[in-house]
Nanobody, 115 residues
């Protein structure tokens, strides 16, 4: 069972940047997609970014142009660079590793955007 550990969350002012990391406990298959989701209090978990085996990325309109997902298969790590952060980006951010046998989730990291 692979374990995913997110890091890099914290408190940032509006307009600021953060870089989240998600490290897998063992080698991951580069053919499978990885992604980031977030969940704000009282809201459903929503997709933030996804990257496929071929490096194709996809973002919802709410973060497109501000967030960038990338992966380093040699380090078994996926990143989320978040720029121009807004208060509505405040949420717990979760890493996802999708495999045919099921989805693997990290424990989440809190991102708070506030002045």
């Amino acid at each position: 069972q692979v374990q995913l550990v997110e890091s890099g969350g914290g408190l940032v002012q509006p307009g600021g940047s953060l870089r989240l990391s998600c490290a897998a406990s063992r080698s991951i298959n580069s053919n499978y997609a990885m992604g980031w989701y977030r969940q704000a209090p009282g809201k459903q978990r929503e997709l933030v970014a996804v990257i496929t085996s071929g490096g194709v990325t996809n973002y919802p309109d709410s973060v497109r142009g501000r967030f960038t997902i990338s992966r380093d298969n040699a380090k078994n790590t996926v990143y989320l660079q978040m720029n121009s952060l807004k208060p509505e980006d405040t949420a717990v951010y979760y890493c996802l590793y999708g495999t045919p046998s099921g989805n693997h989730w990290g424990q989440g990291t809190q991102v708070t955007v506030s002045s």
